[in-house]
């Protein structure tokens, strides 16, 4: 493209002028005058030209070391089985018994929508009914016992120690 001015050299400056403006959306657009011009008729135009900075920067670059360093601190690998967690949701599998505790943050939300609740309620394999009933009744005597100690409730703590000895010995 040849510069608008001197119709000789080819243009390398390219200004956008707006002539009018609008200062509410309901107002007619505004209008823009494009002009094209040569190094030597800017000098002339005497136009408001900002120099540019000494040093350049590459932005596509900034871009590439940003993109690269924020799927490098996003993407969670387990240890052991190297699977990522892009892996795990694109094929809906764990690779290994580990991944459940390197993406445990990721699948604490998922199983809550999935089982509405955190908490497994059900048949756990090779245990009956009762011998579960007895588990889950240990395991409560247990966290009441480890409270009683820390509230210094001797006497309470003595019977629940005594409950849950019967209760592992039958």
Known sequence: MLC??????????????????????????????????????????????????????????????????????????????SMTLREFRSHGRLGCMHCYEVFARHLTPLLHRMHNSLQHVGRLPGVDAVALDRMQRLHSLEQELVTAVREEAYENAARLRDEIEALRSS
């Open 4 to 81: 608008q001015t001197c119709n000789k050299n080819p243009a390398s400056v390219h200004v956008t002028e707006i002539l009018e403006y609008r200062t509410h959306p309901e107002e007619q657009p505004h209008s823009l005058v494009e002009k094209h011009l040569c190094a030597s008729c800017v000098d002339v135009a005497n136009l408001p030209v900002k120099p540019a900075p000494a040093k350049t920067i590459d932005i596509w670059k900034l871009l590439q070391q940003s993109a690269l360093s924020s799927k490098q601190s996003s993407e969670l690998t387990c240890n052991h089985c």
